[in-house]
């Protein structure tokens, strides 16, 4: 199986446009509501002046009735985007703050996945509901979760994310698209982080496929949502050491692509796991057991970066930037393998 | 249809579930039915006869207390049986039990096992209707138990705000699972809940059809006409437990047999036998004619086969 690298490097017809990772979120909600009229956008505030995070600039003009603000009723309005999905439309709801999806959890755990099975597949599901999630913006114990792994274990659902623009146009567009229930994670902390986006159709990404965006030998680094983009600072410092290490961006926490971590590590050897989150009950700890049940073999044993599983996130800055991983401390458990 | 013809028909629908339901009882204990089953006897005019107000293109949203109103809306009554016995010819393809009865291409789009989860659906079925430029409806049932719920008002607050068209019907039996009404619920008319969000809060003698289904064609046409929608309070009572294992020793001597004074099947059936559209006797012939469909339907569905894993696996993705 081929691993997806970004961007595409070899010679093609297409344009490669930097933008910010905000600005490829915008991107692809505009290029799907052009494509699909049947493409509606609610969630709180999202047709106020882009939304709260700007994500949906433009989006109320450009597509005039087709962005619309609820009321504070996660649960209700993700209930409603089902009862429009099975009447021939295809919602996208934004969730502020993933924070606040557990005020969701009939919806998201109950419904969302249950729906179509329980009535013997006589319907689909195209929901996409966008989370904006993830720490370092200074917003406090409640306001700073990624919740990327609260519903991996919920068979029905598509649960994926994206820690780079190129991911988030790519994935975005494809979880739109796709016929079943996505929860699509997005990181607040990465908005304004900028990086080459191939803008087409031919970019829109494979559902349940992760991405090498980073090519190299000696070690692989397995990130989401923002770690992707400090596992990427990572592997600068320690390429000045001579050190290459392979970054792969996970994208999807189920389907889980085992076979992309497995051929990275295969070449490696060695695997550090970079997650802003607690460990237990992750998809950290989940690759990490699919890897040991396939009899993966590792050169020396994997490491993991993430939250302490002691702690819950502190407003207070300068204890928030030492919670969250850095650049420094993904280095650092590289540097660990000697 | 005549009204004459109509209130006939009404009579054949609500013995049909009727007998359904107590044929269900004893397919239980005769070990072809499991887990468990809400049954409606006593609530059958609500269904009939707000489900006879709707278009075929309306949609619909029920309860795990919903047999009554899915074979209303029309799934066959084999289909149903089938579905109760876990086989493959059942209308979830035995997947999902007495609980989750639905058929979409019917508009009934959902049988919720979570109380309140419905209304949502529904809301959202109604604003597709509305966006897509359609004067189609969605009409949600659930009980008095959900108006304690967040998406009850959630919903009533978004379908007003918003003017969307969507029936809400409360099916008040008195009873939230085992708990009287009165323990839980300040307020004994749950209609008066309307007054919150703006909107109609209309009280149904939920065992007069006659008057289930004028509220309810009255607020369908509220909908349809874009002044959004309705909550409707149907008073009614349920004439078994809560759910199979529930005997409901908690109700006051003399309720259940002051309840069946009032059973809606008696009372239109006596209605029209006094207007002489249909004598008591030719009741009983129709009864005894639905019976024999109903014991014949059940009897079809016992010889279809299980599904296996392999089959139901499709219905977890479509992608």
Not at chain 1, 22 to 37: C, F, G, I, K, S
Not at chain 1, 263 to 292: C, D, F, M, P, Y
Not at chain 1, 304 to 321: A, C, I, N, R, T
Not at chain 2, 79 to 94: P, Q
């Amino acid at each position: 199986m081929s691993t997806q690298l970004e961007p595409a490097s070899e010679a093609r017809d297409v344009e490669i446009v930097e933008m910010t990772y905000r600005e490829a979120v915008n991107a692809a909600l505009v290029d799907e509501m052009t494509a699909d009229p049947t493409v509606y956008l609610l969630g709180e505030d999202v047709a106020n002046d882009g939304g709260v995070f700007k994500t949906n600039a433009g989006l109320p003009e450009q597509f005039p009735g087709r962005v619309k603000n609820t009321p504070i009723c996660e649960n209700t309005f993700i209930g409603m985007a089902i009862g429009m999905s099975v009447t021939g439309l295809r919602p996208v709801v934004e969730i502020m703050f993933s924070d606040f999806l557990p005020t969701a959890g009939d919806a998201v755990i109950e419904e969302l996945p249950k729906f179509r099975f329980m009535t013997g597949g006589q319907c689909t599901l195209p929901v996409t509901v966008r989370s904006i999630g993830g720490a370092t913006g200074r917003f406090g114990t409640q306001h700073s979760a990624t919740g990327e792994s609260w519903f991996m274990a919920f068979p029905g659902l598509i649960v994926a994310s994206a820690g780079t623009p190129a991911g988030a146009y790519s994935v975005l567009r494809a979880a739109i698209r796709h016929g079943d229930p996505v929860l699509f994670f997005e990181h607040k902390g990465l908005y304004g982080r900028r990086g080459p986006v191939v803008r087409s159709d031919e970019a829109i990404a494979e559902i349940g496929r992760a991405a090498v965006v980073r090519q190299g030998s000696d070690v692989t680094i397995l990130a989401t949502l923002l770690m992707v983009d400090r596992a990427l600072q990572a592997a600068e410092q320690l390429s000045a050491d001579g050190v290459e290490a392979e970054v792969v961006d996970l994208r999807f926490m189920r389907p889980l692509d085992l076979d992309t971590v497995r051929t990275s590590v295969n070449k490696t050897g060695r695997l550090v796991i970079a997650e802003e989150q607690v460990h237990a009950g992750g998809w950290g700890a989940t690759i990490l057991s699919q890897l040991w049940l396939n009899g993966v073999t590792l050169a020396a044993p994997p490491r993991v970066v993430g939250l302490p599983d002691d702690l819950l996130m502190p407003y207070s800055p300068p204890l928030e930037d030492e919670l969250v991983p850095s650049p420094a401390a993904i280095a650092a458990a590289v540097k660990e393998f000697g | 249809m005549t009204e004459r013809s109509q209130r006939v028909e009404w009579l054949r629908r609500m013995l049909e579930i009727r007998l359904f339901e107590e044929k269900v009882q004893e397919l239980f204990m005769e070990g072809l039915i499991h887990g468990t089953t809400h049954l409606c006897q006593g609530q059958e005019a609500v269904s009939v006869g707000a489900i006879s107000a709707l278009r075929d293109d309306d949609y619909l949203t029920i309860t795990y207390r919903g047999h009554g109103h899915a074979l209303m809306r029309g799934i066959p009554m084999e289909a149903c049986f089938a579905e109760l016995m876990g086989r493959s010819t059942g209308c979830c393809k035995g997947v999902g039990g007495s609980m989750h009865f639905t058929d979409v291409k019917r508009g009934l789009l959902g049988a919720f096992a979570i109380v309140g989860a419905g209304l949502p659906v529904a809301l959202g079925a109604a604003y597709s209707a509305k966006l897509q430029g359609s004067d189609q409806v969605a009409v949600t049932f659930f009980g008095d138990g959900a108006t304690n719920i967040g998406t009850f008002h959630e919903a009533l607050n978004i379908a007003s705000a918003w003017k969307v068209g969507v029936v809400f019907i409360i099916e008040n039996n008195l009873y939230g699972e085992y708990t009287p009404l009165r323990e839980t619920t300040p307020v004994d008319d749950l209609a008066v809940r309307a007054t919150a969000h703006g909107i109609p809060g209309v009280i149904v003698d939920g065992q007069d059809i006659d008057a289930v289904h004028a509220a309810v064609a009255e607020a369908v046409e509220r909908g349809r006409a874009g002044e959004g929608p309705s909550l409707l309070e149907m008073k009614t009572y349920r004439f078994r437990g809560h759910s199979r294992t529930d005997p409901a020793k908690y109700r006051p001597e003399g309720e259940l047999e002051r309840w069946q004074e009032r059973d809606p099947i008696v009372l239109l059936g006596q209605n029209l036998a006094a207007g002489g559209a249909l004598s008591l006797d030719d009741q009983e012939t129709l009864r005894r004619e639905i019976q024999e469909q109903v014991d014949a339907q059940a009897e079809r569905a016992k010889a279809a086969p299980f599904p296996t894993i392999e089959e139901i696996r499709s219905y977890v993705y479509a992608a």
